[in-house]
């Protein structure tokens, strides 16, 4: 045939591959997991570097990236949470300990990145150098503003910075007689821009904002601006300029007063934290929270894995869906229970029913390698939600230890009898998560393991975001919030994939190698 016939004739016999529908064939095949299929490669005309990841994880928040930390209690605490969000992702703070304390972590991940602070931490001249060591050691900082009522709002009369006081040894020795008296300030109306341009000039650390009778109304630092250079994508609240933090609560009502401390430290998204999302206690707290606290803060419910569980959660005015039962590497709820279903399955079938309404999924369980990510995003979910993948790492709660020459890091799921114990009944996320607290015998649905350290997450987000971009490219999709539509128009193609084929497409046929995965 004349090859330049080629595209008409190919037109005629079809592209090659299955369309979505296709491959998730219940009667057919049954459920699927990540590793069943692979989508075939479509057409590039476009450079990986400039990919857009940009994806809603509920009705009203967006990211640039859609990677979010698992709430457990060896993942995500606040320096998880806190750089999570620098790179462009979102940290859930686990509910594995006491309301205060939880609430502690999102004041810490609040504190960490702001535009204007517009609730400073304030002392007076009367407070001593032991209470600026107090506050940094709880929340990392040490520039604080001296008023003349120790308030926001009172006469500005100085300021405490590190170098003040990091030679002093009296503790008790009161600000007045440390404090810097002569401070750069701004007057009340200036614009961002124009304080952080006040800021390089003066070469301060702190600009304190201050209306025309010297009253403290606000703070801008000069730590933000730096933090703005170095993490372009960060998350941030659009009008706080705060980093995004979300966190777990259950759906107890002892949980309803930890909320309300969650949302006062200044909570962005609520995860309601079940391992089987549809129940009437699920739906009660979603009321509840949209009556109690309503434009204030985003729910994201589930567990789910079947269009029933997610009608009744969307239906109850849930912003998003978590996707997932018994996936996790240390999730046994499968084999104990012999509830859940696939990954693959439960992700394509809930997103493209929450789609009709406009909630977003987050694909949770699963993820061990940059192909999963894409595989789930291709299968509908916006997000994904890691633990195994980002436990290990030094941001992730714990101390390493050695076994065998390996350096490890202790990783264990909210179901294993280990997590359960942690805490009393009122403030065990675990026990509330598996409906364990009033059981007398306690049911693991988890393990406790360790992971290989993976180093900072500085470096290991930017090789997942990278490679997840690259594969994109392969697919043909220039944007992600253009993958469903083109899965769904059948432009990006499928196929499944035999044993024989999950063993040809690994490393195989070598003595030895070394897998080394970024630089």
Same mark, same amino acid.
């Given at each position: 045939?004349?090859?330049?016939?080629?595209?008409?004739?190919?037109?005629?016999?079809? !592209?090659?591959?299955?369309?979505?529908?296709?491959?998730?064939?219940?009667?057919?095949?049954?459920?699927?997991?990540?590793?069943?299929?692979?989508?075939?490669?479509?057409?590039?005309?476009?450079?990986?570097?400039?990919?857009?990841?940009? +994806?809603?994880?509920?009705?009203?928040?967006?990211?640039?990236?859609?990677? $979010?930390?698992?709430?457990?209690? &060896?993942?995500?605490?606040?320096?998880?949470?806190? &750089?999570?969000?620098?790179?462009?992702?979102?940290?859930?703070?686990?509910?594995?300990?006491?309301?205060?304390?939880?609430?502690?972590?999102?004041?810490?991940?609040?504190?960490? %990145?702001?535009?204007?602070?517009?609730?400073?931490?304030?002392?007076?001249?009367?407070?001593?150098?032991?209470?600026?060591?107090?506050?940094?050691?709880?929340?990392?900082?040490?520039?604080?503003?001296?008023?003349?009522?120790?308030?926001?709002?009172?006469?500005?009369? !100085?300021?405490?910075?590190?170098?003040?006081?990091?030679?002093?040894?009296?503790?008790?020795?009161?600000?007045?007689?440390?404090?810097?008296?002569?401070?750069?300030?701004?007057?009340?109306?200036?614009?961002?821009?124009?304080?952080?341009?006040?800021?390089?000039?003066?070469?301060?650390?702190?600009?304190?904002?201050?209306?025309?009778?010297?009253?403290?109304?606000?703070? @801008?630092?000069?730590?933000?601006?730096?933090?703005?250079?170095?993490?372009?994508?960060?998350?941030?609240?659009?009008?706080?300029?705060?980093?995004?933090?979300?966190?777990?609560?259950? +759906?107890?009502?002892?949980?309803?007063?930890?909320?309300?401390?969650?949302?006062?430290?200044?909570?962005?998204?609520?995860?309601?934290?079940?391992?089987?999302?549809?129940?009437?206690?699920?739906?009660?707290?979603?009321?509840?929270?949209? %009556?109690?606290?309503?434009?204030?803060?985003?729910?994201?419910?589930?567990?789910?894995?079947?269009?029933?569980?997610?009608?009744?959660?969307?239906?109850?005015?849930?912003?998003?869906?978590?996707?997932?039962?018994?996936?996790?590497?240390?999730?046994?709820?499968?084999?104990?229970?012999?509830?859940?279903?696939?990954?693959?399955?439960?992700?394509?079938? @809930?997103?493209?029913?929450?789609?009709?309404?406009?909630?977003?999924?987050?694909?949770?369980?699963?993820?061990?390698?940059?192909?999963?990510?894409?595989?789930?995003?291709?299968?509908?979910?916006?997000?994904? $939600? $890691?633990?195994?993948?980002?436990?290990?790492?030094?941001?992730?709660?714990? %101390?390493?230890?050695?076994?065998?020459?390996?350096?490890?890091?202790?990783?264990?799921?909210?179901?294993?009898?280990?997590? $359960?114990?942690?805490?009393?009944?009122?403030?065990?996320?675990?026990?509330?998560?598996?409906?364990?607290?009033?059981?007398?015998?306690? @049911?693991?649905?988890?393990?406790?393991?360790?992971?290989?350290?993976?180093?900072?997450?500085?470096?290991?987000?930017?090789?997942?975001?990278?490679?997840?971009?690259?594969?994109?490219?392969?697919?043909?999709?220039?944007?992600?919030?253009?993958?469903?539509?083109?899965?769904?128009?059948?432009?990006?193609?499928?196929?499944?994939?035999?044993?024989?084929?999950?063993?040809?497409?690994?490393?195989?046929?070598? @003595?030895?190698?070394?897998?080394?995965?970024?630089?």
């Amino acid at each position: 045939m004349d090859p330049q016939l080629a595209l008409q004739e190919l037109e005629k016999m079809g !592209g090659d591959g299955l369309t979505a529908n296709e491959l998730i064939d219940l009667k057919g095949t049954g459920g699927m997991t990540y590793n069943d299929f692979l989508i075939l490669p479509g057409y590039i005309n476009f450079p990986a570097d400039g990919v857009s990841l940009e +994806t809603k994880i509920t009705r009203n928040i967006t990211l640039k990236t859609p990677l $979010m930390s698992s709430p457990m209690d &060896t993942v995500t605490e606040s320096e998880m949470a806190i &750089t999570m969000a620098l790179l462009g992702g979102i940290g859930i703070l686990h509910n594995n300990c006491t309301p205060d304390e939880q609430a502690a972590m999102v004041r810490k991940v609040k504190k960490f %990145e702001n535009g204007f602070i517009t609730d400073p931490v304030v002392l007076s001249a009367q407070h001593k150098i032991r209470d600026v060591l107090e506050i940094k050691r709880r929340l990392g900082f040490a520039g604080i503003p001296i008023t003349e009522n120790g308030k926001v709002g009172g006469k500005l009369v !100085g300021i405490v910075a590190n170098r003040d006081i990091g030679f002093r040894e009296d503790v008790d020795t009161e600000l007045s007689a440390v404090m810097t008296t002569n401070v750069v300030t701004a007057r009340h109306g200036v614009t961002l821009a124009e304080a952080n341009q006040i800021l390089r000039e003066s070469k301060k650390g702190k600009l304190p904002i201050v209306d025309t009778e010297g009253n403290l109304v606000s703070l @801008v630092a000069r730590s933000d601006l730096l933090k703005n250079r170095d993490y372009p994508w960060a998350s941030k609240h659009p009008q706080t300029k705060q980093l995004l933090v979300g966190a777990a609560i259950g +759906t107890r009502p002892a949980d309803r007063q930890r909320l309300a401390k969650l949302v006062e430290a200044g909570l962005d998204v609520v995860i309601i934290d079940s391992s089987q999302g549809n129940s009437s206690f699920q739906i009660d707290m979603i009321k509840h929270i949209k %009556e109690t606290y309503p434009g204030c803060v985003d729910v994201l419910a589930g567990n789910v894995v079947t269009r029933d569980q997610a009608a009744n959660l969307i239906a109850a005015g849930a912003d998003g869906l978590r996707v997932g039962m018994g996936s996790g590497s240390i999730c046994i709820t499968q084999e104990v229970m012999a509830v859940g279903r696939p990954q693959g399955t439960g992700v394509y079938q @809930v997103s493209k029913f929450a789609r009709k309404f406009g909630v977003p999924t987050v694909a949770d369980g699963g993820i061990s390698n940059v192909g999963h990510i894409a595989k789930a995003l291709a299968l509908g979910a916006s997000c994904v $939600m $890691m633990g195994s993948l980002l436990a290990g790492t030094s941001e992730a709660p714990g %101390e390493y230890f050695f076994l065998d020459g390996k350096r490890l890091k202790k990783y264990r799921g909210m179901g294993s009898l280990d997590a $359960m114990e942690k805490n009393d009944s009122d403030n065990s996320g675990s026990q509330a998560r598996y409906f364990s607290e009033s059981d007398k015998v306690k @049911v693991a649905q988890g393990v406790t393991g360790a992971v290989v350290d993976k180093g900072s997450i500085k470096q290991f987000i930017p090789y997942l975001i990278t490679g997840l971009q690259h594969s994109l490219q392969d697919m043909g999709v220039p944007r992600l919030s253009e993958l469903w539509t083109m899965v769904d128009a059948g432009k990006v193609r499928f196929e499944h994939r035999s044993a024989a084929a999950q063993i040809e497409g690994g490393v195989h046929g070598l @003595v030895s190698y070394e897998k080394r995965l970024y630089k």
